[in-house]
């Protein structure tokens, strides 16, 4: 295989802002904001359904990275680890996926809470989360739950994102 071709299905309508985008004081959280996801006429009939679940699985291009890395520095510990051992948008294959609640869903639209990605940004599926993706308590290296705890849930994302979060 010489490579691999993908078509979006949709586009991020209304987007997460930018830093130079936001007012001062900005969103606390991505997860206060809701943003708009359109899918294009000729995926719309692939949305019957999807409005019986709570949460969707968004896999979507960060179509504006240009840099490509093997390595990262870990906010909060400045470890260094590669890049599939982070979320980090800057990788080899620049694709983003996020779980998001559905709040509305109107074909061709669809209204998802804690979107992150910015308007503009091809869509290349949507999928239902469901129990099939639950991890109850998944390992995570213990830089990653100090800065989860000190930097998110000191910040009021439980009360927030009551959904997200290490299972207790």
Not at 82 to 87: E, I, K, L, N, Y
Request: overall charge negative; proline content about 8%.
């Amino acid at each position: 295989m010489n490579g691999v071709i993908f078509r979006p299905i949709g586009v991020v309508e209304v987007g997460f802002p930018r830093p130079s985008e936001q007012s001062e004081g900005g969103y606390r959280s991505r997860y206060e904001f809701v943003g708009v996801v359109r899918v294009f006429d000729e995926y719309v009939d692939g949305l019957l359904g999807l409005d019986e679940y709570s949460h969707v699985m968004l896999v979507y291009v960060f179509h504006e990275a240009t840099e490509r890395t093997l390595r990262v520095r870990l906010r909060g510990s400045n470890r260094e680890v590669g890049v599939f051992a982070t979320r980090y948008p800057v990788r080899p294959n620049p694709i983003g996926i996020s779980v998001l609640e559905l709040v509305r869903l109107e074909p061709p639209r669809l209204w998802l809470r804690g979107l992150d990605a910015w308007t503009g940004t091809p869509i290349l599926d949507i999928k239902p989360y469901d129990y099939y993706d639950i991890v109850k308590k998944p390992r995570v290296p213990w830089d990653f739950e100090e800065e989860w705890l000190r930097s998110y849930y000191g910040k009021g994302y439980a009360s927030l994102v009551p959904w997200m979060g290490p299972c207790e």
